[in-house]
Each structure stands twice: as structure tokens, then as C-alpha cells.
């Protein structure tokens, strides 16, 4: 493998995410919050949503992590903010689809950024990194 | 030494990973095995396959033989009086985890102190915390200096009258502190306290006397001393272990069973429940053989060059945090500014070169350092300068890999 192959891990917008996180920090009110660790490596996430008639209004992540755990926060609470419920477990479901290397139809996800994760799939080792905050926000919305 | 040799004797060191030959830098967590280890395990299963201890037919005397052999070696690698002291189990957790129920459930009361520290591996942190609780007993820590390294006047001043249990690591996985336990041991028995030493970064590195540290108890496995895996380690002082109820109840470990009662066999069998792990023991006894070759006193001063080459090289990239004491064992325990340890580690990984990155089953210690995970490159006697050289570069290119992307 050579660095080529770690472009396809590390891209441009990934690493965007990762300098630059969307919905860092903490929620006011009432959310639900979940503490959520790796207990592999160490990474940690805390999730917040605020869930309002079955959709999330809003969500916000904190935590310390590798690049890829951290850029999947912040592209996942991207994503699910203002969609029902229900569609954002379809969207987790499919993000654990394509870290298996499996196809998925990624227009009908509402992925957008979340495309850029694709290449994790080929590091087996880093797949936990992306997938802690979509466990997270699974085990937020099923505690509700 | 020459580990250029010694390199050869091992297999799986020569193969590409990535289209870069391998270096093999993970060693603290599991250790390479030469090839008389593989044959060990394998000529056993070829030829000699058998229960042990039930020697009527002629297989079983040969497996038994083999068992009963790796184990005098094991006595002889670190000095045991004799054979009744060493215990075959799992590996190191298992054997501090028989300690902490037989012994520690059996003779501590409510009010007794267990003495561990800061830079335990959770094997030697969590038996203690239970073992705490079901007893009422209180556990506590003796502070560690900035460096990483433990003061014997913070030792004294943490053993009390109150001390049952001194539970130390012989060498830090994480800081490579090698830790004054000879002394700890002579301070637990001031005290009337035993003293367990977790060994599983000892054994490996440097040659162990049981009988010149004096501790009561010490625990080590064979994996990471070119071993297999499942096989370990727990020595302990025969009139400590005479005393101790076994742990496990079953076959192999009794004496006489009747319907409502029973009695055991001598030690060292007594803890030995269930058909044991002979390919392990056998594979454990021909590593020894191994190291024994080698010599224990030159791995640990093949090992001694190697850190200190290592801590002057990588000091030298900029913005590099550097863990532990500068006296340490072979290993360097790091981060770099604004790289995360696991992309890190990715990155290395795709240079052929394997380190660890994480917590290092050490969470208390991570918390200690005010970080969340470290990079770990550990040595052994199969590394090189080469490999540390190939570490730097690999660390060059992470930090330039890093700086573009960004």
C-alpha cells in the first residue's frame, strides 16, 4: 500500500470535518445525552439530541478522538439533523451496510459528505472509529 | 548479539506488508515466535498427543514427560526452589486473578490496605478492585513521580501495618519504567504484606530470580517471551500456596472424590483443574530454551542500546511528546502534535511498520498522562537500529502526510 491508498482513508473532506467539526459543543435544555466509548483505543463521544414529535431538531457531539471518529461525528450530526427518527436509523443502517463494503444507494441516504467515509471500509481496524457516533446516536433515539 | 541472526529464526518477520518489508514493533503487546517454538508445538501434536498424568499407554508418558519438562524449565528460568512453585495457567491475568481470590478473598478482612499503582495494566488493577470490594478491604495507590518512575519514600509512606497485598509491575507497558520491586517486596514484608509482582514485561527482557527479589508471588506469560498463546505463568512461595483453596474445581486437580466431599492433589497440581494447555507449556518450555541460547543478559543489553537509540532519534522530530523515564525498558511510548495516535498508526501500518495505539489496557495511567491514547513501539531481541531508523522515517512522513492534508 502507499500513500495512494491512505487518500483514499484520509480525503480532503474528511479531514475538513476533522479541522473544522460541525455541531461541536453542547446542547441547552432538554436533550438526550449518551456517553458513548471504543473501549478498543480509547475514543470517546458524547451525542446530544433534541428530539421533538419523532425528529431530531438538533444535535451536537463532543469528544476526543482519531480524525476518522471525529469527521463521522460531525458529518453525522450533519446529516440527521431535521430528519424524522426513523430515517435516521435507515441512514445508520446503511452507513454500517457501507462499511462492510457493501453497495448502498447513497442519494436515496441523504449521505453527502458522509460518501467520503467509503474508504474506511478498506482499513478493518478503523471501522469502529466511524461507526461510535452512529452507535450512539442508535442507542439516543431507542432509550427514548 | 547478533539480531540480524536471530531475525531468521523467525518466519513470519520476512514478508512484505503493504509492499514494505515488515517491522515488527509491537512486541509488549505480543511477542514473534522463532521457529523452534512453531516445531515445538507442532511435533508435539505430531507425535505426541496425548492426556497427561495418566500414563499407563505410551503417548501419555511422552506428553507427560514433555509437560513436566517445560515446567523444571520454567523453575530453572527464574529460579524457583523447585517445581511445586510453578503454576501453568492462562497467562498473566489469570494467574494474578487466581491470587486476588485464593489468597487475597481468603486472608483480607474489612479496613486491610492492597498497595497497587498508578501504571498497572488493568489485569493488575481490576482483580484488586474486586478483591476490594468482596472483602471490604481498601485499595490504594503509591503516587508516581513525574518522570513515570515510583520513589520508595512514596512507597513507604502508601505500605501500612494495614497492607495484606503489594501488587506491582515489574516493568510499565506504557512508560517503561523498570520498577525497584525488590525493594517494594522488602518494604511489603516490614509490613507483613506479600508481594505480587505482575512480570508479563519482565520475564521477557531481563533475566528474573525469584528467590533474590523475594517476592511472594510473581506472574508472567508465555506469548510475550516468544511463547504461545494461553499459556502463563504463577509462581509463588510453596507455604503461601500450600495454604490457598484452588480456584478451579474438576479433573486432573484432585486426590480423592467422594459424593459429598473431596480433597486435592499436591501443589503445583492442586490449581491445575481440567486437561492443562501442553502444547502452551511445551511451546513456553522451548521459548526458554530460546532465550536461554541467547542469553537473558544480552537480549537486556541489546535492548538497553536499542531504547536509548531509540529515544534520541525520535526525540528529534519536532513536536513529538515523548512518555516515561529516560533509564527505561524497550519501549517508547509517544504522541505527535495534531496526529492522533490512530491515524498514526494507520499510517505506519501502511509503511509495513506495526505499532500499537490506544489506551494500552492502562486507562488510570492514560488519565495520569492527561491523555486519551498514546503511540506504543516496543522492542524485542529480533529489532534493529534499522527498525528504529524505519520508525523515524515512517514518523517523518505521518507528520509531512498530515501537515499536506491539513
Known amino acids: 500500500m502507499s500513500f495512494n491508498n491512505l487518500d483514499t482513508l484520509y480525503r480532503q473532506v474528511i479531514m475538513d470535518h476533522y479541522k473544522t467539526p460541525r455541531n461541536r459543543g453542547t446542547l441547552e435544555g432538554n436533550t438526550l445525552t449518551v456517553d458513548m466509548n471504543n473501549p478498543t483505543c480509547g475514543d470517546r463521544i458524547q451525542l446530544q439530541l433534541q428530539v421533538t414529535d419523532g425528529k431530531v431538531e438538533d444535535a451536537k457531539f463532543d469528544g476526543e478522538g482519531c480524525s476518522i471518529s471525529m469527521a463521522s461525528a460531525s458529518m453525522m450530526t450533519q446529516a440527521i439533523k431535521g430528519k424524522p427518527v426513523e430515517e435516521a436509523l435507515e441512514m445508520s443502517e446503511g452507513f454500517s451496510h457501507m462499511m462492510l463494503g457493501e453497495e448502498v444507494d447513497e442519494e436515496a441516504l441523504g449521505f453527502d459528505d458522509i460518501v467520503a467515509l467509503q474508504g474506511v471500509s478498506k482499513f478493518p481496524a478503523r471501522i469502529k472509529c466511524a461507526t461510535l457516533a452512529w452507535k450512539a446516536m442508535e442507542k439516543g433515539v431507542k432509550e427514548e | 548479539m547478533d539480531a540480524k541472526a536471530i531475525r531468521e529464526q523467525f518466519p513470519i518477520l520476512h514478508q512484505e506488508v503493504n509492499g514494505h518489508p515488515l517491522v515488527y514493533l509491537d512486541s509488549s503487546a505480543t511477542s514473534q515466535k522463532p521457529q523452534?517454538?512453531?516445531?515445538?508445538?507442532?511435533?508435539?501434536?505430531?507425535?505426541?498427543?496425548?492426556?497427561?498424568?495418566?500414563?499407563?499407554?505410551?503417548?501419555?508418558?511422552?506428553?507427560?514427560?514433555?509437560?513436566?519438562?517445560?515446567r523444571d524449565k520454567v523453575r530453572s528460568f527464574i529460579n524457583a526452589k523447585s517445581t511445586a512453585e510453578i503454576i501453568f495457567t492462562r497467562g498473566t491475568t489469570t494467574s494474578i486473578n487466581t491470587v486476588a481470590y485464593s489468597y487475597a478473598r481468603a486472608n483480607l478482612q474489612a479496613g486491610d490496605e492492597i498497595?497497587?499503582?498508578?501504571?498497572?495494566?488493568?489485569?493488575?488493577?481490576?482483580?484488586?478492585?474486586?478483591?476490594?470490594?468482596?472483602?471490604?478491604?481498601?485499595?490504594?495507590?503509591?503516587?508516581?513521580?513525574?518522570?513515570?518512575?515510583?520513589?520508595?519514600?512514596?512507597?513507604?509512606?502508601?505500605?501500612?501495618?494495614?497492607?495484606?497485598?503489594?501488587?506491582?509491575?515489574?516493568?510499565?507497558?506504557?512508560?517503561?519504567?523498570?520498577?525497584?520491586?525488590?525493594?517494594?517486596?522488602?518494604?511489603?514484608?516490614?509490613?507483613?504484606?506479600?508481594?505480587?509482582?505482575?512480570?508479563?514485561?519482565?520475564?521477557?527482557?531481563?533475566?528474573?530470580?525469584?528467590?533474590?527479589?523475594?517476592?511472594?508471588?510473581?506472574?508472567?506469560?508465555?506469548?510475550?517471551?516468544c511463547g504461545p498463546t494461553g499459556i502463563g505463568v504463577l509462581y509463588g512461595k510453596r507455604d503461601l500456596l500450600e495454604e490457598m483453596e484452588p480456584v478451579e474445581f474438576g479433573g486432573e486437580m484432585i486426590d480423592f472424590v467422594n459424593l459429598y466431599d473431596s480433597t486435592w492433589k499436591e501443589l503445583p497440581w492442586k490449581f491445575e483443574g481440567g486437561t492443562p494447555i501442553i502444547a502452551g507449556a511445551i511451546g513456553l518450555g522451548a521459548a526458554i530454551d530460546f532465550l536461554q541460547e541467547v542469553g537473558l543478559d544480552a537480549i537486556t543489553e541489546h535492548e538497553k542500546e536499542l531504547a536509548a537509540y531509540a529515544m534520541e532519534q525520535v526525540r528529534m522530530i519536532d513536536g513529538i511528546d515523548i512518555y516515561g523515564p529516560e533509564e527505561r525498558a524497550a519501549l517508547v511510548t509517544f504522541n505527535?502534535?495534531?496526529?492522533?495516535?490512530?491515524?498514526?498508526?494507520?499510517?505506519?501500518?501502511?509503511?509495513?511498520?506495526?505499532?500499537?495505539?490506544?489506551?494500552?489496557?492502562?486507562?488510570?495511567?492514560?488519565?495520569?498522562?492527561?491523555?486519551?491514547?498514546?503511540?506504543?513501539?516496543?522492542?524485542?531481541?529480533?529489532?534493529?537500529?534499522?527498525?528504529?531508523?524505519?520508525?523515524?522515517?515512517?514518523?517523518?512522513?505521518?507528520?509531512?502526510?498530515?501537515?499536506?492534508?491539513?
Open chain 2, 115 to 225: 498497595v497497587i499503582t498508578p501504571m498497572e495494566h488493568h489485569s493488575n488493577i481490576i482483580p484488586w478492585q474486586q478483591a476490594a470490594k468482596a472483602t471490604g478491604a481498601v485499595l490504594k495507590y503509591i503516587p508516581l513521580e513525574a518522570d513515570g518512575t515510583i520513589r520508595l519514600e512514596a512507597a513507604r509512606e502508601t505500605i501500612t501495618p494495614n497492607t495484606r497485598v503489594v501488587a506491582v509491575s515489574h516493568v510499565s507497558n506504557v512508560l517503561g519504567t523498570v520498577n525497584p520491586v525488590k525493594e517494594l517486596a522488602a518494604i511489603a514484608h516490614e509490613h507483613g504484606a506479600v508481594m505480587l509482582v505482575d512480570g508479563a514485561q519482565g520475564a521477557p527482557h531481563m533475566r528474573v530470580d525469584v528467590e533474590e527479589l523475594d517476592c511472594d508471588f510473581y506472574c508472567f506469560s508465555g506469548h510475550k517471551m
Open chain 2, 336 to 406: 505527535i502534535t495534531d496526529v492522533h495516535p490512530h491515524d498514526l498508526a494507520t499510517v505506519l501500518d501502511a509503511e509495513g511498520i506495526a505499532v500499537r495505539a490506544g489506551h494500552h489496557c492502562c486507562q488510570p495511567l492514560m488519565k495520569w498522562l492527561d491523555v486519551t491514547a498514546t503511540a506504543r513501539a516496543s522492542f524485542y531481541l529480533y529489532n534493529t537500529k534499522e527498525d528504529v531508523d524505519r520508525l523515524v522515517d515512517g514518523l517523518v512522513k505521518t507528520k509531512e502526510y498530515f501537515g499536506d492534508v491539513f
Open chain 2, 36 to 70: 523452534s517454538v512453531i516445531d515445538a508445538v507442532n511435533d508435539y501434536y505430531r507425535e505426541d498427543n496425548s492426556n497427561v498424568h495418566r500414563g499407563v499407554h505410551t503417548l501419555g508418558s511422552r506428553a507427560t514427560e514433555k509437560y513436566e519438562g517445560a
